[in-house]
């Protein structure tokens, strides 16, 4: 498992700093996804024990509390998100073992292995895509974890993902090579040069040489001026 792949490239993966009865939510910077959310010190131990990789803690904090299992910060999703953009294959492997829904939905409407697939963490999808049908859509923009992991390729803010090993895997569990969203985007028109050719070499259609791939900026959501 590669940690420090994602450490790399991100300010930070997911902070939680008390303030009073507050804590603050920081997902990746460059997205400009930072809220405050009113979350109890409970909580903010549950959601920091899962993003520091303490499966021991987990396991002492559901004893005392099974109802963690579920709990979900809005927009930000359950623990097994949190797991899967952490490119924690132990924590999920962990989570799922004690019952957690692969199916709860996050950011975007997504599932963990639409997380997973948009961080481009190759760890977490191939424990993910045994759990998770591989075609799902998420609930905004009615994407697949395919179209996700191209969407964010093409927006090279996160150069240590490893979107190819995402496809790959997306691929080999059965996923639609030429997946699109609901406004009618294919993934090979907003994925970055790499990801397009190599879904084109598995099988997707080549964009017309009149329609140059889509880049939106600045990147917000898996639909272009999105938030």
Known sequence: MNLGRNAATLLSIVILSAVGSWAYVEWPQQHNHRTFEPISPQL???FHTIAIGDTLGASAML???PSL???SLPERGTALHFAAMRNDADMIE???GRGADPMARGLWGGTPLHIA???GNPDA???LVRKIPVDSRSNDFKCTPLYWTAWAS???SRPSGDYVA???LLLEAGASVDPSNDQGQRAVAVASPEVARFLIAAGATPLPATQPATQPSPPSGPVAGTD
Do not use: P
Request: aromatic share 16%; hydrophobic share 50%; net charge positive.
């Open 125 to 127: 999808v191939a424990v």
């Open 44 to 46: 903010r131990q549950w």
């Open 94 to 96: 962990f989570l799922l």
């Open 166 to 168: 995402v496809c790959k």
């Open 63 to 65: 004893k005392s509390d």
């Open 69 to 71: 299992l579920s709990a």
């Open 117 to 119: 697939a948009y961080w």
């Open 154 to 156: 093409g927006q090279d």
